[in-house]
């Protein structure tokens, strides 16, 4: 019986709640408190009556208390979740949180103040583990950016520095070239000049590579051109090198394109290229390039295995590519800084693939 009357009597929720109180006169002066407040500070209740709140507070806190939040609970006539340190008697110190709040009488004026206190204990772990958190992951983020720029610093040095020797190189190829008797001499001038112009494409992506990495975007020049007889010669060229493949074009763009043609022919050199290399040696390749509805579309497809769903996916990321052999490996950046160059066109490239072709489509407004 007695413990059902209890379950709705105030002063024992009070006197056994897990939460420090404290009630004070109009003075501010304490004139009643929980044991779970006397519990905190330590001391009885003769101890704390008629004293004032701010005496149970670390100095810093009685400052804040004085200054900061007497006024605040005039003014407004409340406040709530205050953290403030609680000074037991034997100079422990407890994070709390504070609420409180005033009554007043029908004139008006304060007939006391009841104030409640909470443990911060675990808000003030969580706190300082979200601030070590934030801390660790900023540092960590400057770390990455810091690494990453000196990265592609480097990588663009190097880049820029590789010209030098392989003009030397070349040079070198040309007065080969002249003096060559032999088919063997012919032979190894052939290899060396492949080389070298296969030199002179990666240093070209890691350049272009490091540009869109540093924020510079890849670099245009446009003009007015007719983009097919330098398409032909792309075409041309790779043929030359490849002359058991066949290429079949069917060209219909007989206006200038605004454009950077320089550009455009390496994203045509790039997946022709890749058509050659990648594709069935018995099928055509089918070069397409026209212009429709104010755009030009790009066309180049092969036949061949398909290639898988999942590395479609991260086809025109950097540094992955599909090889079938270890002779076809390589930085991994040529169809990266195609899809870079269709987007600095304000374009987009995309492929698709299934067991009958591969096909790789190349799209930019005309205007």
């Known amino acids: 019986m007695d413990l059902i ?20 006169d109009q003075n501010g002066r304490i004139r009643s408190a929980n044991s779970k407040m006397l519990e905190w500070l330590g001391c009885g209740m003769e101890e704390v009556l008629g ?7 670390t100095i810093g806190s009685r400052m804040f208390y004085e200054t900061h939040l007497l006024p605040l609970l005039k003014l407004k006539g409340s406040f709530e979740e205050i953290s403030v340190e609680l000074l037991a008697l034997d100079s422990n110190k407890l994070k709390v949180l504070m609420n409180a709040y005033e009554r ?5 004026k304060i007939s006391f103040m009841r104030m409640n206190f909470y443990r911060a204990t675990e808000r003030n772990l969580y706190e300082e583990n979200l601030r070590h958190s934030i801390y ?14 000196l990265r592609e610093q480097f990588i663009a040095v190097l880049g820029h520095d590789l010209r030098n020797p392989l003009g030397a190189i070349k040079s070198g190829t040309s007065l080969l070239k002249r003096s060559a008797q032999s088919d063997r001499e ?8 492949r080389s070298t112009s296969r030199m002179e494409e990666l240093i070209a992506n890691v350049m272009d590579f490091a540009r869109v990495r540093m924020g510079a975007g890849i670099s245009l020049e446009r003009k007015e051109v007719l983009l097919e007889p330098i398409l032909r010669h792309i075409i041309e060229e ?3 090198k490849f002359p ?3 290429v079949i074009t069917d060209f219909q763009i007989e206006d200038t394109i605004l454009c950077d043609a320089n550009r455009i022919s390496q994203i045509l050199s790039n997946l022709l290229a890749n058509a050659i290399t990648h594709g069935a040696v018995s099928d055509p390749i089918n070069v397409i390039a026209k212009l429709e509805n104010g755009k030009f579309i790009l066309k180049i497809s092969n036949g061949g295995s398909p290639i898988p769903k999942n590395t479609l996916k991260t086809l025109f990321e950097p540094f992955t590519r599909e090889a079938t052999s270890p002779s076809q490996q390589g930085l991994g950046l040529g169809l990266y800084i195609a899809s870079q160059i269709a ?3 304000s374009g987009t490239l995309t492929a698709s693939s299934d067991p009958h072709e591969t096909c790789f489509t190349f799209i930019m407004p005309c205007a």
């Open 51 to 57: 004293k004032r709140v701010s005496s149970f507070l």
């Open 244 to 246: 058991t493949r066949n």
């Open 5 to 24: 009357s209890n379950e709705h009597d105030y002063q024992d929720f009070l006197e056994n709640s897990l939460s420090g109180y404290l009630s004070t």
């Open 238 to 240: 790779l043929t030359i």
């Open 343 to 345: 987007i600095a066109h």
């Open 104 to 108: 007043k009488s029908v004139d008006g």
């Open 136 to 149: 660790s992951g900023e540092n960590t983020l400057k770390e990455e950016r810091e690494f990453a720029t």
């Open 186 to 193: 012919k032979s190894i001038w052939a290899t060396i000049d």
